[in-house]
T-cell receptor, first 119, second 114 residues
Framework: AQKVTQAQTEISVVEKEDVTLDCVYE???????LFWYKQPPSGELVFLIR??????QNEISGRYSWNFQKSTSSFNFTITASQVVDSAVYFC????????????????FGQGTILTVHP | GAGVSQTPSNKVTEKGKYVELRCDPI?????LYWYRQSLGQGPEFLIY????????DSGLPNDRFFAVRPEGSVSTLKIQRTERGDSAVYLC????????????FGQGTRLTVV
């Protein structure tokens, strides 16, 4: 069975600080996808990024960056120069895929990290 | 519609009653998922549909829970003999197919069993 662990329950920062959200996963499968979702107070989960298990290249998108390290089974997410609008719950998730890279079925989510950015 | 729509947004019911939660996926999306999110937890998988059929219902907690998607679009999650422990936010998501694409989530139905 798969497992996703987000050890940080809550993080509080002041605006403009950088913040890193940790995610560690467990799976015996070699082919999978990892995701980060944002859940603002409205409740809707907003997709941020997807990475497949064969691509360990780090990615930067604006103020967001992701560090995927297969050796440590980690997929950490960094927000640079945080803003109040970044306040939300952030979820890391995993989905299995077949040998051809086709993902299927259910997402396994971590417990989430509550990020509060103070002005 | 533009996004995944779930109705009602809030539902309060008495213990022992029957409830139905509705999900309208994004038009054209063939895959549909139901998750349950308890307070302070991540979403937990319940069931997913590929078209009209349930491809995986391994997350349904017991036989009081049932979901249908008769025409491959709208889905209804049905809970019989509700219990206080069923109180949670029920999230629906859809994706264009079951292969390799991210799921788009609705805002959820908050179910409270009193």
């Amino acid at each position: 069975a798969q497992k996703v662990t987000q050890a940080q329950t809550e993080i509080s920062v002041v605006e403009k600080e950088d913040v890193t959200l940790d995610c560690v996963y467990e799976t015996r499968d070699t082919t999978y996808y990892l995701f980060w979702y944002k859940q603002p107070p409205s409740g809707e989960l907003v997709f941020l990024i997807r990475r497949n298990s064969f691509d360990e290249q780090n990615e930067i998108s604006g103020r967001y960056s992701w560090n995927f390290q297969k050796s440590t089974s980690s997929f950490n997410f960094t927000i640079t120069a945080s803003q109040v609008v970044d306040s939300a719950v952030y979820f890391c998730a995993l989905i299995l895929a077949n040998a051809g890279g086709t993902s299927y079925g259910k997402l396994t989510f971590g417990q989430g990290t509550i990020l509060t950015v103070h002005p | 519609g533009a996004g995944v729509s779930q109705t009602p947004s809030n539902k309060v019911t008495e213990k022992g009653k029957y409830v139905e939660l509705r999900c309208d996926p994004i038009s054209g999306h063939t895959a549909l998922y139901w998750y349950r999110q308890s307070l302070g937890q991540g979403p937990e998988f319940l069931i997913y549909f590929q078209g009209t059929g349930a491809a995986d219902d391994s997350g349904l907690p017991n036989d009081r829970f049932f979901a249908v998607r008769p025409e491959g679009s709208v889905s209804t999650l049905k809970i019989q003999r509700t219990e206080r422990g069923d109180s949670a936010v029920y999230l629906c998501a859809s994706s264009p197919s079951w292969v390799g694409t991210e799921a788009f989530f609705g805002q959820g139905t908050r179910l409270t069993v009193v």
